[in-house]
């Protein structure tokens, strides 16, 4: 059962072996969330919203989310058109494809598009960068202009068929531009990581609790 309208939002984050989970359900809760982090779908289910979260190689993080059914779970969420937010290496596996190191790897298809490794050094791109969102962007409401905090050495860097109609964020590094941010229907994701990027992610992370 979902809150009732006017209740405080009931996020459930998916704890599935892979993510910054304490820190990002700390960012949830100081934007106004109840926070749910379980790995079982029918106390996830039961959430207003859904964080997907994810750090580390596209690969392991895909076959860990596969080995507790959570690509089902994201799949009949979106299909059901729940809010999502997914975060770092969760955006990326929301994708198309991953290759990495020369092993391609097939991701959830809910975004059309490669991820692969950035055009440019240094690599990691770690830090603090800004953002170049769309002025019609709910999730950037209020900080368009702010920087957000990276760690990351593969993205989505090319317009690709099928976003045409999606808020595409973009962001450089090193000369190179890749996604940023991507907010289409009810799926909004990030490369970069809003529970550590001070004031500005935790504005972003209320306009998605709150929105």
């Known amino acids: 059962m979902t809150s009732a309208p006017g209740a405080t939002p009931r996020v459930g984050v998916l704890d599935y072996g892979s993510g ?3 820190s990002a359900c700390r960012a949830l809760e100081a934007a106004g969330a109840d926070v749910v982090l379980s790995a079982h779908h029918d106390e996830l289910t039961r959430c207003d919203k859904l964080v997907l979260p994810g750090v580390g190689a596209f ?7 596969r080995s507790v059914g ?6 009949s969420w979106v299909a059901d058109e729940r809010p999502l937010l997914a975060i770092c290496v969760g955006h990326q596996v929301l994708f198309d494809r991953g290759v990495e190191h020369g092993v391609d790897t097939p991701g959830l ?3 059309p598009g490669v991820v692969e490794q950035l055009d440019a050094r240094p690599l990691p791109h770690m830090g603090w960068n800004t953002v170049e969102a769309p002025a019609t962007s709910r ?5 368009a202009g ?3 905090y990276f760690v990351h050495s593969y993205g989505v860097r090319t317009a690709v068929n099928g976003l045409e109609n999606t808020l595409v964020t973009w962001s450089e ?5 890749f996604v940023a941010a991507v907010e289409k229907g009810s799926v909004t994701s990030t490369q970069f990581h809003p529970e550590k990027s001070g004031p500005a992610g935790g504005t972003l992370l209320a306009n998605w609790v709150i929105g």
């Open 59 to 65: 690969t392991a993080c895909i076959d860990q989310l």
């Open 70 to 75: 959570g690509d089902d779970l994201v799949a």
């Open 20 to 22: 910054n989970l304490h």
């Open 173 to 177: 590094h090193g000369g190179d531009r």
């Open 109 to 111: 298809g809910i975004l």
């Open 146 to 148: 702010e920087r957000f």
């Open 139 to 143: 999730a950037f409401n209020g900080v």
